[in-house]
T-cell receptor, first 114, second 109 residues
């Protein structure tokens, strides 16, 4: 079974703090993704990576950055957290190639920025 | 036109009946189609994926794809209370994936 884990289930941070969200997958997947999910807006892609040290912007990259130093680990960084970044953050992974393959999600991190 | 459209629901179905969830998409270049189940407060869980026209069955679940009409559906037979969740449809091609906003399904005991 594919296993995707995320470092925290719940996180509370203050405005202006730097926030790190970590994601690890154990299935040797090439592709990794970061989404946020908000009521009424659905899942929105922030960044994705198709290889170590590679990253591509998704639909809403502003205010975020990512890091992929190892194949199994993909980190999302909020450089200076703002209240509008309060959301559920979901990491996913899939086999290599493209978006055409099924993605497996981690349990999610519910981030609150106060 | 929304790229991936689902009725938000809630869709109420009696226990033991067939639940039918529908999804339409606008991009004719779409190649892969996925159904995810998401319980409240949890992350999406992959249920089915389908690439070719026709039906694909897995246990109580059947995915149906009609590329000419640009819709994909999910049938759940013998619905159980544990099937109560939000079901997300996702449509992808090589360079992008689009998720629908989901349909809330409520199985009535």
């Amino acid at each position: 079974d594919v296993k995707v884990t995320q470092s925290s289930r719940y996180l509370v941070k203050r405005t202006g703090e730097k926030v790190f969200l970590e994601c690890v997958q154990d299935m040797d997947h090439e592709n990794m993704f970061w989404y946020r999910q908000d009521p009424g807006l659905g899942l929105r892609l922030i960044y994705f990576s198709y290889d170590v040290k590679m990253k591509e912007k998704g639909d809403i990259p502003e205010g975020y950055s990512v890091s992929r130093e190892k194949k199994e680990r993909f980190s999302l960084i909020l450089e200076s957290a703002s209240t509008n970044q309060t959301s559920m953050y979901l990491c996913a992974s899939s086999v290599s190639g493209s978006f055409s393959y099924e993605q497996y999600f981690g349990p999610g991190t519910r981030l609150t920025v106060t | 036109q929304k790229e991936v459209e689902q009725n938000s629901g809630p869709l109420s179905v009696p226990e033991g009946a067939i639940a039918s969830l529908n999804c339409t998409y606008s991009d004719r270049g779409s190649q892969s189609f996925f159904w995810y189940r998401q319980y409240s407060g949890k992350s999406p869980e992959l249920i089915m994926f389908i690439y070719s026209n026709g039906d694909k069955e897995d246990g109580r679940f059947t995915a149906q794809l009609n590329k000419a009409s640009q819709y994909v559906s999910l049938l759940i037979r013998d619905s159980q209370p544990s099937d109560s969740a939000t079901y997300l449809c996702a449509v992808s091609r090589d360079d992008k994936i689009i998720f629908g906003k989901g349909t809330r399904l409520h199985i009535l005991p």
